[in-house]
């Protein structure tokens, strides 16, 4: 990643940009697992956002989505890259790995309740925006990711207490439910109460206004978006990046933030419980999360730290109910 500052002549049009943000993914070898296709297919998915989904929300007032001058993406050696708006002068990113303000949190959440919001059983969702769901692929996905849990065990050894590793044997005793929850694939299927999500909806990538008074909060790295719950990037951002106390005085209060926003925007016939619900069955999917960054060699400074707050988060929110056969 990089900042550039460009010069022109003359004959530019005087709001032409003067500086600009680059970022490249060069990935130094082809995948051989899932994990790793995740991961390599992360900038084939973003120059796809900002190629097509950002097209659709330019129509969205207050688009939080950051101008993208050039997107290129080459299938044969999986090299991309995105030339986007450099907003460094007027917005602003926590310093990693401190928490959000109360303040932060807020905005953060009231960003992607608008997005959900505006994607909201969308016609376009698996049609031109968004893959389509099928049931054998969320089998393959959870097949792959208990085979991948058994390496993750062998590796932590009894650094994994023996309750969590219950809690993980009882989630693949019928992965493919876990990861869809009490609606099924229909859901999917049908569009509803669905929209399109972030994927990494962490704190960190958030741009957020120095002059709220003057200038909007942006959403960055797109390269994990896809359909799914909204409710999944909401128990992301307050599961996996608040730690327990003070996420314990929070995650009520930005969750029902959350769904009165998606009232405000017009989504209907999605009550209080059946958010609440769908925030339990997110928490529940977030198991997968550490399993999947210790995959792809994320350092332990990251997923070993996720997979405490994970851990914490279900059983504070009550979820081994939902594990029930």
């Not at 730690?243 to 314990?248: E, K, L, Q, V, W």
């Not at 009165?260 to 997110?282: F, K």
């Not at 997968?288 to 400074?301: D, G, K, S, T, Y």
Request: aromatic content about 12%; hydrophobic content about 40%; glycine content about 6%.
């Amino acid at each position: 990643m990089c900042r550039l500052e460009l010069r022109y002549t003359d004959k530019a049009p005087r709001l032409a940009p003067r500086r600009l943000f680059l970022k490249c993914f060069i990935p130094d070898h082809r995948p051989t697992n899932l994990a790793e296709r995740l991961l390599i297919d992360a900038g084939r998915r973003e120059v796809e956002f900002y190629r097509v989904v950002a097209n659709h929300m330019v129509a969205m007032n207050k688009s939080p989505v950051v101008r993208c001058y050039d997107e290129q993406y080459s299938p044969d050696t999986f090299r991309c890259h995105l030339l986007l708006d450099d907003l460094s002068d007027t917005h602003y990113q926590p310093k990693w790995p401190l928490p959000a303000t109360g303040s932060e949190c807020e905005q953060a959440i009231d960003a992607l309740a608008r997005c959900h919001a505006f994607w909201w059983e969308h016609p376009r969702l698996g049609d031109g925006v968004g893959d389509a769901f099928s049931a054998e692929l969320v089998a393959s996905f959870s097949r792959e990711l208990e085979e991948t849990f058994g390496g993750f065990a062998d590796f932590l050894g009894d650094r994994l207490s023996a309750d969590t590793r219950k809690l993980y044997e009882r989630f693949f005793s019928d992965g493919p439910r876990r990861l869809l929850g009490r609606q099924g694939v229909g859901r999917l299927l049908e569009k509803r109460m669905i929209t399109l999500t972030h994927g990494d909806a962490n704190f960190w990538n958030v741009l957020y206004p120095r002059n709220p008074a003057a200038d909007q909060i942006y959403l960055i790295d797109w390269q994990f978006w896809h359909i799914g719950v909204g409710t999944d990037d909401v128990a992301y951002m307050i599961g996996v990046h608040l730690d327990s106390p003070r996420r314990g005085a929070l995650d009520t209060e930005l969750l029902k933030r959350y769904h009165n926003e998606l009232l405000a925007q017009g989504v209907d016939q999605y009550e209080w419980a059946d958010c609440w619900h769908d925030y339990r069955e997110s928490i529940v999917r977030l198991l997968v999360l550490p399993i999947w960054q210790w995959a792809v060699n994320l350092p332990p400074e990251i997923w070993w730290p996720n997979l405490d707050r994970i851990v914490r988060t279900f059983e504070d929110a009550g979820c081994m109910e939902l594990l029930e056969p």
